[in-house]
């Protein structure tokens, strides 16, 4: 795979996803999920680490903006489904319940009106589904706005059940805050 990583620290950091399957697993009922939906999936660190975990019973939806990613993603892990969604809506994915809404490196968009859109994003296809769980991730760098204006939409049926930083790479962007969520 010639994925070309629009961060390049990216490239060297595999153990992202199991860091953050460490975080889940302390966090929520990690055997009930089989349904994730991850919303700038980027190079998925989080399905690798589930797969192994889950099997074939998980059903895993991605989707990014970047088409080349896109298309490698499907011929490295051809038992999930990946989408070239700009919009992020999954406006062709059946809306069943999902288990577990997953937006990682939220507000890592460089321009204001990027965060804002990704954040709506997220709260329009969370008010949709209602998953059990809903994991966001920022960096240490980027301002908490977005997490904060995405659980303030949410928190009538949201409540917080872990708040975790982590560390990947050994970049300094690497240093990410995980805000956990579970449905009431």
């Known amino acids: 795979m010639t994925t070309k990583y629009a961060w390049p620290y990216l490239a060297e950091t595999k153990d992202r996803g199991e860091k953050l399957l460490g975080i889940l697993k302390k966090s929520i009922d990690i055997k009930s999920v089989e349904s994730v939906i991850d919303m700038n999936c980027g190079y998925a660190p989080l399905y690798e680490a589930l797969?192994?975990?889950k099997?074939?019973?998980?059903?895993?939806?991605?989707?990014?903006?970047?088409p080349d990613l896109i298309k490698e993603?499907?011929?490295?892990?051809?038992?999930a489904q990946w989408f070239d969604m700009p919009d992020n809506q999954f406006c062709h994915v059946s809306m069943k319940k999902f288990d577990l809404f997953l937006l990682m490196g939220i507000?890592?968009?460089?321009?204001?009106?990027?965060?804002?859109t990704e954040a709506e994003s997220a709260i329009t296809i969370i008010k949709r589904i209602y998953p059990r769980y809903v994991v966001l991730e920022r960096s240490d760098r980027a301002p908490h706005t977005r997490v904060d204006e995405i659980f303030q939409a949410i928190k009538d049926h949201y409540i917080q059940v872990r708040y975790a930083p982590y560390e990947f790479g050994g970049h300094i962007n690497g240093k990410r805050r995980v805000y956990?969520?579970?449905y009431r």
Do not use: F, H
């Open 51 to 53: 797969a192994k975990e």
């Open 55 to 66: 099997g074939d019973v998980l059903r895993y939806y991605g989707s990014d903006i970047n």
């Open 73 to 79: 993603l499907k011929e490295k892990y051809p038992k």
């Open 107 to 116: 507000t890592g968009g460089t321009k204001e009106y990027e965060s804002k």
């Open 180 to 182: 956990v969520y579970a």
